[in-house]
C-alpha cells in the first residue's frame, strides 16, 4: 500500500539453487499510477543462495491499483511474479455542496469544479421536489464512517432500508444497497452477547441498551424487507429485551433512562412481542417528551392506536436542544427523527411535516450530525414521504453534451456525473409545476500536507521513542529500525467527562505496524492506558476510550521502518464520536526511511 506522490524502493529477491547461475537480468514492467526510474538491472551471484535488489518505485498524483510485473532471466531459466499495491489517498474525503432553487421553465448553469486529487473525484446532481435533504452526501457519510461500533454499524445501513421511498434506484444502486445491507446484517454478528444483546464493541463484556435496541429495530425491518435474518439472532434478541423491559426500573433521568425503556418496548412491540405490562407501568410515570412519543409508538404498534393518541394529546413537538455522547447518543435532532415515525405511525402528516421541515433544513445544511442524527433523521423522513405521492418531478440535465429528459414519481431523482475529475458545466432546466430543489453533490480528497494543527476542548501530543523510551526524529530512519509512536490524550478540565473518543492513527506507508496480539509482548515497553476497544488494521490503529476531566491518557503503537523510501505521514487525531465540539489534530509530516549505512 502506498500513497500519492510517494518514492519507495521496490525489494526483489532472487534465489539461485545452481552452482552455474552466475548472473540473471531482473526486468520490471508497470502500470497504473506509477512509474519506474530504472526498469533492467543485471545482478551477479556469489555461489548459490539468494540476493536483493531494489528500483526505484515513484507514485502519481492519484490513486487507484498499481501492477508490478517482475521477471528474473538467467540462460534457460525464467521466472516472473506479478503484485497489484493499492494507492491510497490517506486524506479524509472533503464534500462540497452548490445549489439552486428552480422555479417553472427556469434554468439552472452549474460550474463544476473538482478539488480532489485525480481517481478520487465523484459528483451527484441530485433535484427534488421537497426541501432538500442532502440525500447522496449523507449516505456516503454514513456508509465511510471509518468507526465501526454496533450503533454506527447499524446506522451506516439503516436508512438503505427505505432509499427506494424517496427515489428510484438504478439496478447498480439496488444491488449495492443488498449489498451493504447483507453486510451490515453480517456485520451485526460480531456484536452479539451471550445473553442475545448486542455489545457497543466486539467482545464486549455486556451487552449495550441502547445499542441492543437500535440493532435489534434494525434486523427486525431488513426482515420485513425481505432480508435474511437469522432466527436466533432475533429470538435471542427478544427474549433479552423481553427480561430487561420486565426487570426495569427507573434510574436518574439524566441518562435518558424512561426513553431507553421507551424505545426498546416500541422494538418489542415492532417485532411482534409486545411487553403490554411493561408498557402500562411505564405510561403511569412522568416521562421525558421523547419517551412519551415512543411509548405512543410502541401502543400504535401493538393494535392501541387510542391509548396512543390519549398518551401525546398535549404534547408540542419542541424538544429542548441537548447532546449525549454515550447512554443513547442523543440529541434533539435525533428525539425530532423519533417523534415523526410516531406521527408517521399515526397517520398525522401535517404534524409530521412541521418536523419534516426542520430536519431537512439540517440535513442539507453544512452542520455536523453524528451517524445517529443522519441515520435517524433519513429514515424517518422516507417514512414521511412513504405515505403518499408528491406528484410527478419533471426536470432535464445536460452533462458533457448530452441532454436527459428527466421524470420521477418519487420525490427525489438523483443522477451520477461522469467524468467528475474534469471541469464542466451542468445544464438543468424545471419542466415541473412546483418548485424544484437542484443541487450538486461533488466529493474528493485534497493532496497531502493540507491539514493543520488543531485542538478544541482537547489536548493531543505525539512523540516517537526507541524501544528504550528514548526520544527519535522520525524524519529519517534507518531501513530494519524498531520504534514506538506514543500518543497522549488530556482532557483540559473545563467541561465533565467525556465519553467515545476515537484516536486515528494512520501510519506512512514505509512503516509496518507490529501487532503484538498475534505475538509476546514480554518487552513489556508497550505499557499504556485501558482503553474500551481498538481496531488495528494494515495502515492504521483506531483506539476507543473514555477521558474523564481533568484526566490524560497514553496510547503506544510498536512499528518497524520497513521499505526504503520517501513517504507521507498523516495527521494524527482524536475526537468524541457523538460531538463534533471536542477534537484533537496534530498535522502530517513528509517522512524518509534511508538504507542501513554498511560498515
Known amino acids: 500500500m502506498l500513497g500519492p506522490e510517494e518514492t519507495v524502493r521496490l525489494p526483489v529477491t532472487l534465489f539461485a539453487s545452481e552452482k552455474n547461475i552466475k548472473q540473471a537480468k531482473v526486468d520490471v514492467k508497470v502500470s497504473g499510477p506509477v512509474s519506474l526510474a530504472q526498469s533492467s538491472k543485471t545482478v551477479t551471484f556469489a555461489g548459490i543462495g539468494d540476493l536483493t535488489t531494489d528500483f526505484e518505485l515513484s507514485v502519481k498524483p492519484q490513486t487507484g491499483v498499481a501492477k508490478v510485473e517482475v521477471t528474473a532471466t538467467s540462460g534457460n531459466y525464467k521466472a516472473t511474479d506479478i503484485i497489484e499495491i493499492e494507492i491510497r489517498n490517506p486524506n479524509t474525503p472533503v464534500t462540497k455542496v452548490i445549489d439552486q432553487l428552480l422555479e417553472p421553465g427556469k434554468t439552472w448553469d452549474a ?13 451527484v446532481l441530485e433535484v427534488s421536489n421537497i426541501p432538500p435533504i442532502n440525500l447522496g452526501s449523507r449516505i456516503r457519510y454514513l456508509f465511510n464512517y471509518p468507526y465501526g461500533c454496533v450503533e454506527q454499524t447499524t446506522s451506516s445501513v439503516f436508512p438503505q432500508l427505505y432509499l427506494d421511498f424517496v ?5 447498480n444502486e439496488k444491488a449495492a444497497v443488498q449489498r451493504n445491507v447483507t453486510a451490515g446484517i453480517e456485520r451485526l454478528k460480531q456484536f452479539v452477547h451471550g445473553d442475545g444483546g448486542f455489545s457497543y464493541w466486539p467482545g464486549n463484556t455486556s451487552s449495550d441498551p441502547w445499542g441492543t435496541t437500535y440493532a435489534g429495530h434494525f434486523l427486525i425491518e431488513a426482515k420485513a424487507k425481505g432480508y435474511y ?3 436466533d439472532m432475533i429470538k435471542g434478541w427478544q427474549k433479552f429485551q423481553r427480561a430487561r423491559a420486565q426487570e426495569w426500573r427507573r434510574e436518574d433521568e439524566y441518562y435518558n433512562t424512561t426513553l431507553m425503556q421507551a424505545y426498546r418496548l416500541y422494538a418489542l412491540a415492532l417485532s411482534g412481542s409486545p411487553e403490554l405490562g411493561a408498557m402500562n407501568r411505564l405510561r403511569e410515570m412522568s416521562l421525558s417528551s421523547t419517551a412519551a412519543w415512543m411509548l405512543a409508538a410502541a401502543y400504535a404498534k401493538s393494535g392501541q392506536a387510542e391509548a396512543a393518541k390519549k398518551l401525546i394529546a398535549n404534547l408540542d413537538l419542541t424538544v429542548k436542544p441537548y447532546r449525549e455522547m454515550g447512554y443513547t447518543y442523543g440529541s434533539d435532532v435525533r428525539d425530532k427523527a423519533l417523534i415523526i415515525e410516531t406521527l408517521v405511525l399515526l397517520n398525522e402528516k401535517t404534524k409530521a411535516f412541521e418536523l419534516v421541515k426542520e430536519l431537512s433544513e439540517r440535513l442539507s445544511s453544512y452542520y455536523w450530525m453524528s451517524t445517529q442524527e443522519v441515520a435517524f433523521s433519513l429514515k424517518a423522513i422516507a417514512a414521511f414521504v412513504g405515505l403518499d405521492k408528491k406528484g410527478e418531478l419533471k426536470f432535464k440535465y445536460t452533462i458533457n453534451g448530452k441532454t436527459v429528459t428527466a421524470s420521477s414519481e418519487l420525490p427525489i431523482s438523483q443522477v451520477t456525473v461522469t467524468n467528475a475529475d474534469a471541469k464542466q458545466t451542468i445544464k438543468v432546466v424545471s419542466e415541473s409545476k412546483g418548485t424544484l430543489f437542484a443541487r450538486v453533490i461533488m466529493e474528493g480528497t485534497p493532496a497531502r500536507g493540507q491539514e493543520d494543527d488543531a485542538e478544541n476542548n482537547l489536548r493531543v501530543t505525539v512523540n516517537y521513542t526507541d524501544t528504550n523510551g528514548v526520544p527519535i526524529d522520525p524524519a529519517r530512519l534507518e531501513q530494519g529500525t524498531e520504534f514506538v509512536a506514543q500518543v497522549t490524550v488530556s482532557h483540559p478540565g473545563v467541561r465533565s467527562g467525556y465519553q467515545n473518543m476515537a484516536l486515528a492513527q494512520v501510519f506512512a506507508s514505509g512503516w509496518e505496524i507490529n501487532n503484538l496480539r498475534l505475538t509476546d509482548d514480554t518487552q513489556g515497553f508497550l505499557t499504556m492506558d485501558a482503553f474500551t476497544y481498538q481496531d488495528i488494521r494494515d495502515d492504521r490503529v483506531y483506539t476507543y476510550f473514555d477521558l474523564w476531566r481533568n484526566t490524560t491518557k497514553t496510547y503506544k503503537v510498536l512499528l518497524t521502518a520497513s521499505y526504503a523510501g520517501k513517504f507521507y505521514l498523516p495527521a494524527v487525531s482524536c475526537e468524541a464520536m457523538y460531538d463534533n ?12 526511511v534511508v538504507k542501513p549505512v554498511v560498515q
Open 111 to 123: 460550474d463544476l469544479a473538482p478539488f480532489g486529487i485525480l481517481g478520487t473525484n465523484t459528483a
Open 167 to 171: 427515489k428510484v434506484l438504478t439496478d
Open 229 to 231: 435474518v437469522p432466527a
Open 581 to 592: 465540539s471536542i477534537y484533537g489534530r496534530k498535522k502530517g509530516m513528509e517522512v524518509e
